[in-house]
């Protein structure tokens, strides 16, 4: 899910049960349950109510997915990789933008991105994504296919559709976990994380925060 103005953007997800009630198909489609999502919908005001829309989708759709981060930087929705249902972790980068809002139509472009010094960085479901500025912040997420979940911090420079990894200026980083949520804070000069959690700890309740300042960047826990 992002947020573009005043437009709640919905994209990917998987169905828990093969139909919904008819009051929710509106919001959730009855789908089977064997098949993840690649459709978008949009919760957009209209005349002091918010009314659920699927607008035309122009260009080739991304493959459905669910667990994948989503933010937004300027006009354009963006939404990095997310999970199959094999379970295959994905590292794909989509964008999504609002073309015209009557008839509600948007367009799908797939971003080809590179990775400073070529590391590979690994794919990801369940991960947060947090835009600053042009720069999106991705921590955590989990590897469903093994299990494993991660604590790093990777960086998308959308100016340049390039990914480097975050360097510490400190260690001691959070547990790994995936399901969680994250914000900005303080103009963009600090990340915070809140709760989700991983096979080895479960449920997490903790709110480790990033502080971003160049060249001081640790990770702190507030008490």
């Known amino acids: ?10 994209f990917s997800g998987r169905e828990r049960t093969k ?8 919001i959730v489609r009855a789908q089977s349950s064997a098949h993840a999502h690649d459709r978008a919908s949009a919760l957009v ?4 109510t ?3 829309l699927e607008p035309t989708l122009l260009g080739s759709r991304p493959p459905g997915r669910g667990g994948c981060a989503a933010a937004v930087v300027g006009d354009a929705c ?3 990789g997310g999970a199959d249902r094999t379970p295959k972790a994905l590292d794909d980068v989509w964008i999504l933008k609002f073309e015209r809002s009557m008839p509600l139509t948007a367009r799908w472009i797939r ?7 070529d590391e590979k960085l690994p794919a990801r479901s369940g991960a947060s994504a947090t835009a600053i500025g042009t720069d999106v912040y991705v921590f955590g997420g989990q590897d469903p296919s093994t ?9 998308l420079d959308t100016t340049r559709w390039e990914w ?13 976990r995936n399901g969680h949520i994250a914000c900005a804070l303080r103009d963009g000069e600090a990340l915070m994380v809140y709760g989700g959690s991983s096979p080895e700890l479960g449920p997490m309740g903790d709110v480790p925060v990033l502080n971003l300042e160049e060249g001081c960047e640790k990770w702190d826990r507030p008490r």
């Open 50 to 52: 918010m009314v659920w």
């Open 1 to 10: 899910m992002s947020v573009q103005s005043t437009t709640v953007v919905i």
């Open 78 to 80: 963006v939404f990095i």
């Open 111 to 117: 971003k080809t991105t590179t990775t400073r010094g």
């Open 164 to 176: 480097r990894r975050l360097v510490l200026a400190e260690s001691g980083s959070p547990p790994p």
């Open 147 to 155: 299990g494993v979940c991660f604590n790093d911090v990777v960086v």
């Open 19 to 26: 139909t919904a009630p008819s009051s929710q198909r509106a």
């Open 45 to 48: 005001p209209r005349a002091r």
